[in-house]
């Protein structure tokens, strides 16, 4: 077992690091409060093929590996938890199954542009009524001559608003004792396909959301991603992967509340010294430092098996569930040290309090996880 990044990935820690702590870090308070996306660092990260980081560069993406996506999710998310969502649905839950289940016509005319971020994508399983149980929605797809037509909503979709392209799940076939699935690509502009106003949420503020609406919308037999009938098991796949990229941007949220509480228990004083020499605060940050290289190690070993092609749904699932529970109790216990001053807008552990809050939510909550280990479990 090696501990040690390699030189490669050491250096692309550092272009991120660098990158997020110059151009994005002062930002990130003045997006999260307007609400801003932030349309010139999605152009810097494609810039620096952050937006499709582990598809080879025949496809336009940076030709590296799910270890490398890994390190810069952290750093990105460190400096600003919206960025980290926004890189994260491009890379895993768009890029990733178009590269791994798309046709050759779909990886030069879709993937391509949007690997290198020319073009941005987002993913549609979630509907108004059917969330965790993802298998349960309503959407469907009528077979007609040449193609489909799709019918239904899919909600909370992140990217939604500024996204060219969505992966969308459908109902297909309701013949049977078990509905079958199927995956599909949808263009922005194709018509019946509309979206409404974005969604006003507690935390990633910059990280636009929205609903989106398929009224006899038209897609070619050639926008259907994998096989027909097998698009859960897509879905699935790719949340796999996703759950690594959230695990990541939980690491970079709870990192940067531990670095900002560590910093800040130096300088304040409390009964005549800083209050990092009382042993209340030290054992707050101990906690917090040793469950934040937990989540760490368990985020690399599901992002090591990715890129070693081993069935790594388990692993994503643990990894998702410790860190995003470990983002949520370190955010929290640095607001604790911060006291009153944790609680105002001048200070930035109030806003990886309420970011850290999606990560337990969002791409499979803390409960499905759990479903997902203890069905890893009970199976063997
Ligand atoms: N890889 C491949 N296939 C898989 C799989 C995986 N990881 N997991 C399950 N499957 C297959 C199963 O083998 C099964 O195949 P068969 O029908 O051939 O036997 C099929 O898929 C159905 O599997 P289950 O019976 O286990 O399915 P289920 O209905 O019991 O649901 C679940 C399983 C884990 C609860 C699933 O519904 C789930 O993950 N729910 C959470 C949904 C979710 O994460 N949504 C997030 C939306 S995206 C998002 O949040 C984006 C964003 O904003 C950032």
């Keep these: 077992m090696d501990f040690e990044l390699t030189d490669d990935h050491r250096m692309v820690r550092d272009t991120a690091r660098d990158f997020a702590r110059r151009e994005i870090a002062p930002r990130a308070a003045e997006l999260d409060k307007s609400e801003t996306w932030p349309s010139g660092i999605v152009k810097q990260m494609a810039e620096l093929g952050f937006l499709g980081m582990a598809i080879p560069t025949e496809f336009g993406g940076a030709g590296l590996d799910t270890f490398a996506y890994a390190l810069v999710m952290e750093e990105i998310s460190a400096a600003c938890a919206s960025c980290g969502v926004i890189m994260s649905v491009n890379n895993s839950l768009f890029c990733d199954p178009v590269y791994k289940f798309g046709t050759d016509a779909q990886k030069q005319e879709v993937l391509t542009p949007t690997a290198s971020g020319i073009t941005l994508g987002c993913f549609g399983l979630t509907e108004p009524m059917s969330g965790s149980d993802a298998q349960t929605m309503v959407t469907g797809a009528t077979k007609v001559p040449g193609g489909w037509l799709l019918n239904g909503a899919k909600n909370w979709i992140t990217n939604g608003p500024h996204a060219d392209h969505i992966i969308v799940f459908a109902i297909t076939d309701r013949s049977g004792s078990k509905v ?24 990633i503020r910059a990280a636009h959301s929205c609903t989106v609406f398929f009224q006899d919308c038209f897609v070619a037999d050639t926008a259907v991603v994998g096989n027909v009938g097998e698009g859960f098991k897509v879905a699935m796949a790719t949340l796999d992967g996703g759950r ?23 300088e304040r ?3 005549g010294k800083p209050i990092a020499e009382h042993q209340a605060i030290q054992f707050m940050l101990a906690d917090m430092a040793t469950q934040l290289d937990a989540a760490r190690l ?17 692993e994503s699932a ?40 999606i990560t337990e939510i969002y791409e499979g909550t803390s409960e499905i996880q759990r479903i997902v280990i203890a069905a890893s479990l009970l199976r063997a």
């Design 269 to 271: 004083k409390s009964f």
């Design 298 to 314: 368990l985020t690399w070993r599901a992002a090591w098996m990715k890129d070693a092609h081993m069935r790594h749904s388990t």
């Design 180 to 203: 079958k699935h199927t995956a599909f690509l949808v263009q922005k502009g194709a018509a019946g396909f509309t979206q409404n106003a974005r969604d006003h949420k507690l935390g």
């Design 244 to 266: 690594i990229g959230i695990a990541c941007q939980a690491l970079g949220i709870a990192r940067a509340a531990l670095e900002a509480a560590t910093a800040y228990a130096k």
């Design 318 to 357: 643990q990894a998702k569930l410790y860190a995003s529970e470990a983002c949520t109790r370190i955010a929290h216990k640095a607001l604790q040290i911060f006291g009153g001053y944790g609680y105002s807008t001048e200070y930035p552990v109030e806003r990886h309090y309420r970011d850290a809050r």
